[in-house]
């Protein structure tokens, strides 16, 4: 309980100092018994994506080959000490935070990623998996339990921002429920959205910053200087509202960037534009009420989680701080929305780890 009040009443103090619209802004708990211990003497290393499904099961993508030998020591040979194994790329849970299932890796047919790096599940429950390693240039599908079912996009050396033949690094991926599309933030090497049939692969469109055709030329950002015209690396999220205006995160550049599903640009919102190491938009998702007024955007820079609002950007509200401690984050690198406004958390770097925020009620 006193890790709950602590979460709490930090939480409090942060939405104090946005008085304005304070009272509108949803409030969060951390919820420190989540997830449960993993069977299997199983151990996680960097997370690097969160999402929930239909069933309020909360999926996790992460990465066992980054372990140190002194956490994966009961995998060596011979053992080192009890604890701990590796556990599977991905790991689904339960609402109580029990593991249901992990599964992942190499495998027959398809070109696992070097580096995971972002995972999300569609409307019919298929999971799509991204990778940013050196030589990563694809998105793979699976059923839940894992089963193959397509690539899109090949593994090798890098090419450019025009090349529809594969992907560049890419961060993460959202289906389009109404359209059947994929939609990719690509990435860490290349610098668009692009979107393909979620069925076939089959390319559709792509976009740079401003909805201008996506070059490759070195963006460097100066938060004095005017507003980048290209998107920095990486394109680190991209992800779709009701409405169909499409977020995406430029994260380098501190700035939301909102288009039509055409790729025609709406308008940008900067964000905590003083910040530069590693820019302050790491992920975004839409809140649950049927508006989806807020936007709350994860900021591994900063190692805090925003509630801005979606028609403006304004930063109403924001917690956490760069700790070990539960409700502290170091490289808060992806976030989820469950059906009850609960947000969930994940962290790379040396974070390695999920974290629950229960959604309190409204004042």
């Known amino acids: 309980m006193k890790v709950l009040f602590k979460a709490a009443f930090a939480c409090a103090i942060s939405i104090a100092a946005f008085p304005a619209i304070a009272a509108d802004a949803p409030r969060f708990e951390v919820d420190a018994s989540w997830p449960k ?29 980054t372990l140190t030998d002194d956490e994966k020591a009961a995998s060596l040979t011979p053992p080192r000490t009890k604890c701990c194994v590796p556990a599977p790329p991905v790991m689904e849970f339960d609402a109580d935070g029990k593991l249901v299932r992990a599964w992942g890796g190499p495998g027959e047919g398809y070109d696992w990623p070097e580096n995971e790096h972002g995972i999300n599940i569609d409307s019919k429950g298929f999971v799509w998996v991204a990778g940013n390693g050196n030589n990563d240039g694809l998105v793979l599908k699976f059923t839940r339990e894992g089963k193959f079912v397509m690539q899109i996009g090949k593994k090798g050396p890098q090419t450019n921002s025009l090349d529809t033949s594969r992907l560049g690094r890419p961060a993460d991926t959202e289906v389009d429920p109404t359209t059947n599309e994929l939609y990719v933030a690509d990435g860490y090497q290349n610098h668009r959205v692009i979107v393909f049939d979620a069925d076939t692969g089959a390319f559709k469109r792509m976009w740079g910053a401003y909805g201008k055709p996506p070059a490759d030329e070195k963006v460097t950002y100066n938060p004095s200087a005017p507003p980048n015209q290209q998107f920095g690396n990486p394109v680190h999220c991209v992800r779709i509202s009701k409405d169909g205006l499409v977020y995406v995160c430029d994260r380098q550049n ?23 190491a590693n820019g302050s938009v790491w992920d975004l998702r839409l809140s649950i009420d049927p508006a989806q007024t807020f936007l709350f955007n994860a900021d591994g820079a900063n190692n805090e989680v ?16 760069n700790g070990r401690q539960a409700g502290e984050f170091h490289w808060v690198h992806n976030l989820a929305v469950d059906s009850k406004g609960n947000l969930y958390t994940t962290e790379v770097d040396t974070g390695k780890r999920a974290q629950k925020f229960r959604a309190l009620p409204a004042r």
Do not use: S
């Not at 299997?40 to 290393?45: L, R, Y």
């Not at 997370?47 to 992460?62: C, F, S």
């Not at 025609?264 to 534009?273: L, P, Q, R």
């Not at 925003?306 to 701080?321: K, M, S, V």
């Open 306 to 321: 925003r509630t801005l609002l979606r028609d403006n950007g304004e930063i109403i509200a924001a917690f956490g701080r």
């Open 254 to 276: 501190d700035r939301i960037q909102v288009f039509r599903k055409d790729g025609t640009f709406v308008k940008e919102f900067i964000v905590a534009k003083d910040t530069l």
């Open 37 to 65: 211990t993993l069977p299997n003497n199983w151990i996680m290393g960097q997370a690097a994506g969160v999402a929930v499904d239909a069933q309020d099961h909360v999926w996790v993508i992460q990465r066992p080959k």
